[in-house]
């Protein structure tokens, strides 16, 4: 899906990350620091992965963010993640960010959405095959 003006609906799923925003994640606007988002939409990518391979696995590229909506302290935000491809090496995981604007009658906003690549490596970080994992959901 591109980042092109679409609706977009609430997932129905269980997100993989919930998280109140809190003061100390704001910037100098008040609003929420993307780099905040970006550290918990990669969290977010990781478990998503994790349930494709079970080892280790290292974030190499974070691509198609965008930041559709601000997010305010107090909004509980739901990360929903979804596998887009499984290659022989690597995980590519669709992240979309919803924010529940807790202050103002509890309104659904889709703020934020990334593709997220993930590469399975062994010890030494060297690539390897990703090996089924989980094979949940």
């Known amino acids: ?8 609906t609430l997932p129905s799923g269980c997100p993989s990350i919930r998280r109140v925003m809190m003061p100390r994640d704001t910037n ?3 609003t929420i620091f993307g780099g905040v988002l970006l550290a918990e939409i990669d969290l977010a990518a990781a478990i998503e992965a994790n349930r494709r391979h079970s080892g280790r696995l290292v974030t190499v590229a974070m691509d198609t963010i965008v930041f559709r909506e601000p997010v305010y302290v107090g909004d509980l ?4 993640t979804k596998t887009l491809r499984i ?8 992240v979309d960010v919803w924010a529940e604007r807790r202050f103002s009658r509890g309104e659904d ?6 593709e997220v690549t993930m590469v ?3 010890q030494e970080g060297r690539k390897v095959e990703i090996d089924g994992g989980r094979a949940k959901g």
């Open 28 to 30: 100098a606007f008040g």
């Open 1 to 8: 899906m591109s980042h092109e003006e679409t609706e977009h």
């Open 87 to 94: 290659g022989t090496t690597s995980v590519r995981v669709r």
């Open 77 to 80: 935000v739901s990360f929903f």
């Open 109 to 114: 906003v889709f703020v934020t959405e990334a």
């Open 120 to 122: 399975a490596v062994d």
